[in-house]
Structures are given as structure tokens and as C-alpha cells.
Nanobody, 122 residues
Framework: QVQLVESGGGLVQAGGSLRLSCAAS????????MGWFRQAPGKERNLVAR???????YYADDVKGRFTISRDNAKNTVYLQMNSLKSEDTGVYYC????????????????WGQGTQVTVSS
């Protein structure tokens, strides 16, 4: 089993930046696909960014060019650098992990953190 804990959320004005961190337990972190999901108020939980163990990445269209996912296997930590934040980026951000992902659908991720709130003011 994998335990995930997010941190780094908070309140930021539009145009600002935040870096989210996700600390993972276990000795097999480097083998997992890691994803960041966002759940905006009243909306579904959707994938924002994903990184496979080999380093390939995916970004949702609305964050492409503004967000960057990275990982430090030595620290068992995955990051989401968020720049040029917009009000529509507001939501709870969840870190998730899976041994394998085919379609990047949320149901493919077995392990989830508790989420961290990101609020972007206009």
C-alpha cells in the first residue's frame, strides 16, 4: 500500500505561483505513475498533470504551459509547480498514484492523498 500526503496549497492572487508537494511512503515510488487531480467546487475530479515512471508527462489543456509536474525519487516526492494562476484553477488538488495507467482516467489510480486546497483570488 502507498500513503500519499499533499502540502503547499493556500490562497494566492491571480497571476501568482504555488508549488504543491506530495510525499509518498514505500520503497517503490519510482515505479509508480503519479498524477495530480483537481476538483473544483461542484465539479468532477479531473486529471491536471501526470508523470510516468519513465518521465513522460501529460497536462490538461487548460494548464499546459503554466503547470509543471516533476518528481524526486530520492525524496519520494512529486511536485506540481503552478504559475500564472487563474481563478479557474481554484479547487482541491489531490495527489494520486498507480502501478499502471492506460487512459489517464481517475479510476485507474489506486492510491490517493487527502487533498490540499488551492484558492486563486481575482
Amino acid at each position: 500500500q502507498v500513503q500519499l500526503v499533499e502540502s503547499g496549497g493556500g490562497l494566492v492572487q491571480a497571476g501568482g505561483s504555488l508549488r504543491l508537494s506530495c510525499a509518498a511512503s514505500g520503497r517503490t515510488f519510482s515505479d509508480y505513475v503519479m498524477g495530480w487531480f483537481r476538483q473544483a467546487p461542484g465539479k468532477e475530479r479531473n486529471l491536471v498533470a501526470r508523470m510516468r515512471s519513465g518521465g513522460s508527462t501529460y497536462y490538461a489543456d487548460d494548464v499546459k504551459g503554466r503547470f509543471t509536474i516533476s518528481r524526486d525519487n530520492a525524496k519520494n516526492t512529486v511536485y506540481l509547480q503552478m504559475n500564472s494562476l487563474k481563478s479557474e484553477d481554484t479547487g482541491v488538488y489531490y495527489c494520486a498514484a498507480s502501478s499502471r495507467v492506460v487512459t489517464d482516467a481517475a479510476w485507474e489510480y489506486r492510491y490517493w492523498g487527502q487533498g490540499t486546497q488551492v484558492t486563486v483570488s481575482s
